[in-house]
């Protein structure tokens, strides 16, 4: 059926039987199919329905591979600390405070862009942040590599992070507003089967290129091998950029800025390359308005599409309006029920993933020396703080490794003074290779791990999934503080990455659809925020804790972990066994965002708000 003009020279739907979503807009709002509301004569398609027409195809597969990929250079940022600073410590003479206080300086650098590129990102849309964030951390990266002191290591550390947060904050939303909602769940786990893949790298790029004695002069630097292993996350991150700028700008942030007509070109465009059909069989002809759901008090923003770039002040109250949104009842209760999940997940995380290598070095150098002397991660600990205090006495002295004298000490005196930074330290030989060997099974077992959840995403639940990692990742968190042997570290450690990884990309896939449309970029962000914070606290403790007393941090990331799961009850899924849930008015824990077909239980709803509604449902809902 050809589409017909509309009088004012717009175009309405086709027959609603060419697209099943507009049928049931149609249901919905014709009074003599039991529709509520009967002031409607043009239908026009909200996001969800115009999405779900342009079905699923190569430019879904785009998106996604396109998505994984960016998702994977924000890995090996956040993880190639754990492999570089081992060897760094030969340069800078760092200490395990100072090393987790490195770790702490990334991720405060994401806690601090956190509310930066949430504004933009629902400023000026999607792709510009993630495209103009990838290039700057490129170069950002590279310069780090120039670094001769801890403190300016520690600031182009710190500058990483703030500009990895902005793809690493806003990648899932991207790739969720082109995905139709049947199909977000399964996407966002095999996006954050991504970041997995990006643990599996680092070990083995790590294993070829750390060992290597490489003293290559430029620029005045040396450059060893971690110095060259950091240089080399830079290509996929240029190879993101380009591919980001090779797609469209999401159309539901076209529809939140009212541009209709630019909306409606990408949904044709996308609807073609998927089905291989002409653009202008795509089946929606008129698309809704973007407006604040009724049940939600969202504070006005700027009428203006366009953020006023002259004047700092203007970006300033912005960000503080939006985020005024984000803490005003009824939108403040899932603000800080997702937040504090987030805090308490990344709190766990990284409080122990990052530092599992360097805990492997230890336990592999401690049973080559010893190997019928077992001891635990806090046993072990204990013993390497006092023979490393040992050591920088006999350094002070300016005693000779060879002809020191005293009792064993952990590592062989040439190796000890070189691991405390001595003159004759050598970063190729910082890290035993087995240690590599190591993390290259735990991040394999994480991938196997989010494979296998992948098909259950949409059907275990949002509650139940998140909730049930977590607690099994707070007693292998607990765990760790038993066992006594490298195997027995190895299986706990490869169990915990894999349940609290999975755990992660399950609470990233809710997301999505707990904050209003105009602030969603933003609700993301503050969630991550929160989980920096807990990441980089988790660093700070664990570094500062582990050679004095390891048990108070093994057993609070236990604790925190399992709390962090208990909370994932409260989250209220928006469907039930693929159907909605029914309003039971409250708000403070239910998603922000209806679709059509939850009409029914909003009696109060105006036309407009029926035909305005952008959000994201949970018919596998995914994060953005």
């Not at 759901?293 to 969202?298: G, K, L, N, P, T």
Request: glycine residues 8%.
């Amino acid at each position: 059926m050809a589409p017909r003009a509309h009088p004012d020279g717009e175009h309405v739907a086709q027959d609603p039987a060419h697209c099943p979503a507009l049928a049931e807009i149609r249901k919905r709002l014709d009074p003599e199919r039991g529709g509520k509301d009967a002031t409607a004569k043009d239908e026009a398609a909200d996001f969800e329905a115009a999405v779900d027409a342009t079905g699923s195809g190569l430019f879904g597969y785009a998106v996604l591979l396109t998505a994984g990929l960016i998702f994977l250079t924000c890995g090996l940022q956040n993880g190639i600390n754990a492999y570089i600073l081992p060897a760094a410590r030969c340069d800078f003479d760092l200490t395990s405070a100072q090393m987790g206080a490195l770790n702490a300086f990334f991720l405060a650098g994401g806690m601090v862009s956190s509310y930066v590129w949430g504004v933009l990102g629902d400023a000026l849309g999607r792709r510009p942040v993630i495209v103009f964030a990838l290039l700057a951390d490129a170069a950002g990266t590279l310069c780090s590599t120039l670094s001769q002191s801890y403190a300016s290591f520690a600031f182009f550390r710190f500058l990483s992070g703030f500009l990895i947060g902005g793809p690493a904050s806003i990648t899932f939303l991207y790739m969720g507003e082109f995905v139709p909602a049947r199909a977000r769940a399964t996407y966002s786990q095999i996006v954050g089967g991504f970041w997995t893949v990006s643990w599996i790298l680092l070990p083995g790029v790590a294993w070829l290129v750390l060992p290597q004695p490489w003293q290559l002069r430029a620029l005045g630097v040396t450059f060893n091998s971690w110095r060259v292993m950091l240089s080399l996350i830079t290509a996929p991150t240029l190879l993101c950029a380009f591919l980001a700028m090779r797609l469209p700008e999401t159309p539901k942030f076209l529809i939140s800025q009212g541009r209709l007509k630019e909306a409606m070109d990408v949904l044709r465009n996308i609807y073609a390359i998927n089905t291989g059909r002409d653009a202008d069989d795509y089946p929606v002809r008129r698309l809704a308005l973007p407006a604040q759901d009724a049940a939600v008090d969202v504070v006005e923003l700027d009428a203006a599409p366009e953020l006023n770039f002259k004047s700092v002040l203007s970006v300033a109250r912005r960000m503080a309006r939006e985020a005024l949104t984000l803490f005003r009842p009824p939108v403040v209760g899932r603000t800080a029920l997702v937040c504090a999940i987030m805090c308490a997940n990344m709190f766990s995380y990284y409080g122990l993933v990052l530092w599992l290598p360097e805990l492997f070095n230890r336990f592999d150098t401690h049973y080559s020396l010893h190997p019928n002397k077992t001891m635990t991660v806090c046993q072990l600990s204990r013993s390497w703080a006092e023979e490393l205090k040992e050591l920088e006495l006999l350094k002070a002295d300016n005693i000779s490794s060879s002809s020191a004298v005293g009792p064993a000490l952990l590592f062989e005196p040439a190796t000890a003074v070189d691991m405390v930074a001595g003159p004759k330290c050598n970063a190729a030989e910082a890290v035993n290779e087995s240690v590599f060997i190591k993390t290259l099974i735990i991040s394999a077992v994480c991938l196997v791990a989010n494979v296998v959840t992948a098909p259950f995403a949409t059907r275990v639940g949002r509650r139940a999934l998140p909730f049930l990692l977590n607690v099994a990742s707070g007693v292998l968190a607990a765990g760790i503080y038993f066992v006594d042997s490298t195997t027995g570290n190895l299986v706990v450690a490869s169990l915990f990455q894999a349940l609290i990884g999975t755990a992660n990309t399950a609470v990233n896939s809710f997301m999505v659809d707990i904050f209003p449309a105009r602030v969603s970029a933003l609700g993301v962000c503050s969630a991550l925020l929160a989980g920096r914070v807990g990441a980089a606290v988790s660093n700070l403790v664990l570094g500062s804790l582990l050679d004095i007393s390891c048990e108070v941090p093994i057993f609070l990331i236990s604790g925190t972990v399992i709390l962090g799961g208990l909370l994932c009850v409260f989250v209220q899924p928006a469907w039930t066994d693929g159907a909605p849930e029914p309003d039971r008015g409250d708000h403070s824990l239910r998603s922000a965002f209806t679709v059509v077909s939850e009409l029914d239980a909003q009696p109060k709803q105006s036309k407009a708000a029926v035909d305005l509604h952008v959000g994201v449902e949970e018919s596998s809902a995914l994060p953005a």
